[in-house]
């Protein structure tokens, strides 16, 4: 079982940056992919990015590419999302989740993902 718990989110002006940080509990944090999804009013949710176990595999969304960075501190059973220029549409409530995974696979699809976070508003101005 693996508890997520979000932080970060906050109202920022476009072209700002954010640091989301997910806390993570369970002795098998370390094995587990780890993802970060969104979802914006009236919209699905959507993936944004994954990290795999080792933080040597990540992947990203074509709309965060070269804007957003995924990583990962298992020492400290964490997970980031730093993003960098942030736009309008970029607002949304973000969701840390857990793939069980033992084989390293990133997925992008949210019904991949074990374990979920509660989330953190993100809302950038204009």
């Known amino acids: 079982q693996v508890q997520l718990v979000e932080s970060g989110g906050g109202l920022v002006q476009a072209g700002g940056s954010l640091r989301l940080s997910c806390a993570a509990s369970?002795?098998?944090?370390?094995?587990?992919?780890m993802g970060w999804f969104r979802q914006a009013p009236g919209k699905e949710r959507e993936f944004v990015a994954a990290?795999?176990?080792?933080?040597?595999?990540?992947y990203y969304a074509e709309s965060g590419k070269g804007r957003f960075t995924i990583s990962r501190d298992n020492a400290k059973n964490m997970v980031y999302l730093q993003m960098h220029s942030l736009k309008p549409e970029d607002a949304a409530v973000y969701y840390c989740?857990?793939?069980?995974?033992?084989?390293?696979?990133?997925?992008?699809?949210?019904?991949?993902?074990?374990?979920w976070g509660q989330g953190t508003q993100v809302t950038v101005s204009s």
């Open positions: 990290i795999n176990w080792s933080g040597g595999n990540t």
């Open positions: 369970g002795r098998t944090f370390s094995s587990y992919t």
């Open positions: 989740a857990a793939d069980k995974n033992f084989r390293g696979d990133i997925h992008t699809n949210s019904y991949e993902y074990d374990y």
